[in-house]
């Protein structure tokens, strides 16, 4: 899996981009390339044209048999819109934000519709979620460690997360997920509000 950087854009450019990421990965082709942050339009007003030159090299890198999935990252529902009118081949995931207090569910729905996974990144707010009181007291009622109380809440959302630890034991403890959240559970969780709060618009920044 590679992803296209976020000062990449345009024809040329992303198969420059593709290949450096190909040699450095000593790989001939790729799974998956993920155009990872749409051109916020906060500072590009051809912001549009600028995301769908790079998809189109995307698209050709697919059809040669380079790339066997593309994806896209922090997408929101009208940047979806915009590239799926210009693409001729969808993107399959969608990488985005998700955890307790970013639950994107406008998003979510829009890719449930389309065919579009939706990976969920940060699903543990970036290690804030230990700092969530009502995390912290759902976990302990139910016996569970905040970690897989997060995982599991974002599986439950059909999201699949993704989560980080650099700590081999807290890797494997992470992964035990064989309980499951009942709608009353899930419901709790949905109402927070604040959660760390880090969430990052696409419109706005790069990240
Ligand atoms: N597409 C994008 O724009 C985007 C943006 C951000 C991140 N991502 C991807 O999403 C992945 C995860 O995101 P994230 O880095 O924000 O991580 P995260 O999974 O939300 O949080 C990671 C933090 O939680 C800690 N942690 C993990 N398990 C724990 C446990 N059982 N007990 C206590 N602390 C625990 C980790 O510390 P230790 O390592 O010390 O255990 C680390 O500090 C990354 O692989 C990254 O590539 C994508």
Partial sequence: MGKL?????????????FA????????????M????????????????????????????LFKAGKVRSLAVSNFKVH?????????????VVNQVEFHPSCLQT????????????????????????????EIEQISRELGVSV???CTRYAMQHGVTPLVKSVNAERIRDNLKLDFTLDVQMMQRIDAITTCGGSYKDSDEIIF
């Fill in 20 to 31: 450096q990421t190909c040699a450095d990965l000593q790989v001939d082709y790729l799974d």
């Fill in 106 to 133: 406008e998003i979510r729905t829009f890719c449930a519709q389309h065919n579009i996974a939706v990976q969920g990144y940060s699903t543990l707010d970036n290690g804030k979620v230990f700092q969530c009181p």
């Fill in 33 to 60: 390339y993920m155009l990872h942050w749409p051109r916020p339009h906060k500072y590009h007003d051809n912001y549009i044209e600028m995301n769908a030159a790079s998809w189109k090299a995307m698209e050709d």
């Fill in 79 to 91: 940047h979806l819109e915009e590239l799926m009118e210009r693409a001729e081949i969808m993107p």
């Fill in 147 to 149: 970690a897989q109380l």
């Fill in 5 to 17: 950087w976020n000062d990449v854009r345009g024809y040329d450019e992303t198969m420059e981009a």
